[in-house]
């Protein structure tokens, strides 16, 4: 965790108004919180700090890219990231994390780590699903591809012979109907009433 400290800004001595800082992370980085999902990252985080007499404006710029496994082939690829990100320090009684775009520090505090937050910042930057480029636009050759394209549509021809990928959408598609039926009937019985 002493890696860490290079994110610790010390902001007591700094004069109010606009300060720059800039942060280069590599992998090395995500193992100081145990998260080995990425290959690697090279990414470059610019910190604006705008100090004002009552609270800290963190503005977050992070540029750069992670190389990740695509959930679909299981190859590696860089995704780009490309974010902003805002945080206001406040300064309370105590320390309070609770909202996710306000930090309430202890008042006589005297620095802030911006280590978690561009942490946090870098993994809410990758999308949730992770496709290769290569998928999309049809030029990734890949074993697991191919093998793949050739059991799709095999084992969706033999399992299913419905249209539907999976029967139980049929099952539901039945109660809704029957739910539907019985809400027009009911309606009708009401209305000659």
């Not at 300064?91 to 946090?120: C, M, R």
Request: charged fraction near 25%; aromatic fraction near 12%.
């Amino acid at each position: 965790m002493d890696q860490l400290k290079a994110f610790d800004i010390q902001f007591i001595g700094l004069k109010l108004g606009s300060h720059l800082f800039e942060y280069h992370v590599k992998q090395t980085f995500f193992e100081n919180f145990d998260f080995y999902d990425f290959n690697d990252t090279d990414a470059i985080i610019f910190l604006k700090l705008e100090k004002k007499t009552t609270l800290l404006e963190l503005n977050f710029k992070i540029e750069g890219s992670v190389n990740i496994n695509c959930d679909v082939s299981n190859e590696p690829y860089n995704q780009f990231i490309n974010s902003e990100f805002k945080l206001v320090v406040k300064f309370g009684p105590e320390y309070n994390d609770d909202n996710e775009s306000i930090l309430i520090i202890p008042h006589g505090s005297h620095k802030i780590n911006v280590a978690q937050y561009i942490y946090e910042f870098i993994i809410l930057s990758v999308p949730q699903k992770r496709v290769h480029p290569g998928i999309a636009n049809g030029t990734l050759n890949s074993e697991i591809l191919k093998k793949l394209e050739k059991l799709g549509p095999k084992a969706y021809k033999n399992n299913n012979s419905s249209n539907d990928p999976d029967p139980r959408w049929n099952a539901l598609r039945r109660l809704l109907t029957e739910k539907e039926s019985e809400n027009g009937a009911s309606k009708k019985k009401n209305l000659k009433n």
